[in-house]
Every structure is written in structure tokens, then in C-alpha cells.
Nanobody
Framework: QVQLVESGGGLVQAGGSLRLSCAAS????????MGWYRQAPGKQRELVAGISSGGSTNYADSVKGRFGISRDYAKNTVYLQMNSLKPEDTAVYYC?????????????WGQGTQVTVSS
């Protein structure tokens, strides 16, 4: 079984910064893609940023230039540095991983961490 443990959410004023972390664990699993999604009240969950096992990254247009995703492969940890935060970034942020074991793909999600940006 895979466990994703998120940390780093909180309340920040507009223009501020936060850094989210997500540590993945699970014996016999390898972690392929990792990333962050978010879901605001009344809205669908959307991709914020992703990073592949090879280091390729992708971002939602709304966060390009403000957010940066990185990964510590030795620690199976993914980070999301969020700068110049806006009230519209307020949401629950979920860590995601595409884990593989014996050639079989499994999708796992973290429990979510609240990010609130005040105006």
C-alpha cells in the first residue's frame, strides 16, 4: 500500500508564499509521475502542476510563472513552491502519484491540505 503525507498548507495574504510537501512511501512500489491538484468549493478538481520520473514538468496556465514543482527522488517527495499567491488560489490541494508495482499502475491521492489566500 502507498501512503502520501502532505504538509505545508495554511493561511497567507495575497502576494505571499507557501511551500507544500508530499512524501510518498510504500515498499515494492516505484513512483512515476507525481503532482498536485486542487479543488475549490463548487469547482472540479484541476491539475496544478506535475513532474515525471524523468523530471519533465507541466503547469496549469493559471499558475505558470508563480508556482514551481520539484522532486527529491531519493526521498520520494514532491514539493510545490507557491509564490505571488492570489485569492483565487484558495483551495484544497491534493498530492497525486502514479505508482507502479510489478508492472501494474496504481493511482494514489493524499488527504488534501487547505490553502487559503486572503485579499
Amino acid at each position: 500500500q502507498v501512503q502520501l503525507v502532505e504538509s505545508g498548507g495554511g493561511l497567507v495574504q495575497a502576494g505571499g508564499s507557501l511551500r507544500l510537501s508530499c512524501a510518498a512511501s510504500g515498499s515494492t512500489f516505484s513512483f512515476n509521475d507525481m503532482g498536485w491538484y486542487r479543488q475549490a468549493p463548487g469547482k472540479q478538481r484541476e491539475l496544478v502542476a506535475g513532474i515525471s520520473s524523468g523530471g519533465s514538468t507541466n503547469y496549469a496556465d493559471s499558475v505558470k510563472g508563480r508556482f514551481g514543482i520539484s522532486r527529491d527522488y531519493a526521498k520520494n517527495t514532491v514539493y510545490l513552491q507557491m509564490n505571488s499567491l492570489k485569492p483565487e488560489d484558495t483551495a484544497v490541494y491534493y498530492c497525486y502519484t502514479d505508482a507502479r508495482r510489478f508492472g501494474i499502475k496504481y493511482d494514489y491521492w493524499g488527504q488534501g491540505t487547505q490553502v487559503t489566500v486572503s485579499s
